[in-house]
């Protein structure tokens, strides 16, 4: 068995189309079994460099060894070694290939390869200044400029990667860089109607708010978008009083005016809550969270909520706002 697979791997490499074709289905379905990917880690050092090879080959192979590169990179350690190897730059290299016709599969892989440190750290490209945050926002504009051109869209996955990249202080200083507009950018997503685009803008936006100490301001310099990401899918069903709505933004208010949809992801909400969280730490966080009548909006959104979990999330917020009672705006205290 084992060599037949050394001579199936070598094959990926055949100067025959047909043979490589093949070869490279073949190692396709074997990296769907783990016992298929456990053999195959065996002869990483010749298998990851030859399906590398295929993603610029024509689509029917660059589809299969795509695949295979998906399947292969959920393992930490072949992982590891394709960032070491330079896949990172290789997808983004062949996603932006006109004639690249795996945009997905590509995604998918950096999605992948960025939980680890240093794929992570190649795709933010933090040893060259010169073009450091290049790669993320090339993908920041793909993955806004398709979201309402298509219900499959290939740039959905983005929203994992930015989540990955933001669990990382340098990922989020990119993000939370004013100059570059990312976070604005990313934060306007939360509107599509992809559950996965939602869950992907609502965990870089809590992730960014690690930083809310340090750049409390430009997380709020983006508010105008931010609190509505925030408070929305924590709101309850309830549609609000002319009175309550008096007290907020424009923006909040009108959206709390009509019927809404409600946001069905219990972890979408808890991200919100610790978001606002993060933020309300802060005595500007927490005076620019009363000053658009949050806490209304939370006390209203717990008393629909029915997830043990996401109340939770409710009362650590809620204890901080009690236990921190001197900052808000005595104003918005209590309305009815």
């Not at 068995?1 to 001579?7: N, V």
Request: some cysteine; charged content about 25%; overall charge negative.
């Amino acid at each position: 068995m084992a060599k037949e697979l050394e001579e199936l791997v070598g094959f990926l490499s055949s100067p025959s189309p047909q043979i490589t074709k093949a070869a490279v289905d073949i190692v396709r379905g074997l990296t769907g079994s783990d016992d298929g990917l456990h053999a195959l880690a065996n002869y990483a050092n010749t298998v990851l460099p030859s399906l590398s090879r295929l993603l610029t080959a024509p689509k029917e192979v660059s589809e299969p060894a795509a695949e295979a590169l998906v399947n292969l990179s959920q393992n930490s350690d072949l992982a590891e070694q394709m960032v070491q190897m330079g896949l990172v730059k290789l997808a983004m290299d062949v996603l932006y290939k006109p004639e690249s016709g795996i945009t997905r599969l590509l995604v998918m892989l950096l999605v992948n390869l960025t939980q680890l440190d240093a794929g992570t750290a190649s795709l933010l490209q933090t040893e060259d200044d010169k073009v450091h945050g290049l790669y993320i926002m090339k993908l920041v504009r793909s993955f806004c400029r398709n979201s309402s051109e298509s219900r499959d869209d290939p740039f959905d996955h983005v929203g994992s990667i930015l989540v990955n990249i933001s669990k990382q202080q340098a990922g989020r200083q990119l993000l939370l860089d004013p100059k570059r507009g990312l976070l604005k950018q990313i934060i306007r997503q939360f509107d599509s109607n992809s559950s996965l685009r939602k869950k992907g803008v609502a965990g870089t936006i809590r992730n960014c708010c690690f930083e809310a100490e340090n750049q409390l301001q430009n997380l709020l310099l983006v508010s105008e978008f931010l609190w509505p990401a925030l408070l929305l899918p924590v709101a309850g069903n309830k549609i609000y009083n002319e009175q309550d709505r008096s007290k907020m933004p424009l923006e909040l208010g009108s959206a709390l005016s009509i019927e809404r949809e409600p946001v069905n992801d219990r972890e979408i909400r808890i991200q919100a809550l610790e978001a606002i969280y993060l933020i309300s730490l802060q005595d500007a966080g927490r005076r620019a969270f009363w000053s658009v009548n949050g806490p209304k909006i939370v006390q209203v959104g717990y008393e629909d909520e029915e997830d043990p979990k996401v109340m939770g999330a409710y009362e650590q917020l809620g204890s901080l706002l009690v236990n921190s009672s001197g900052t808000e705006e005595p104003s918005n205290e209590t309305t009815n």
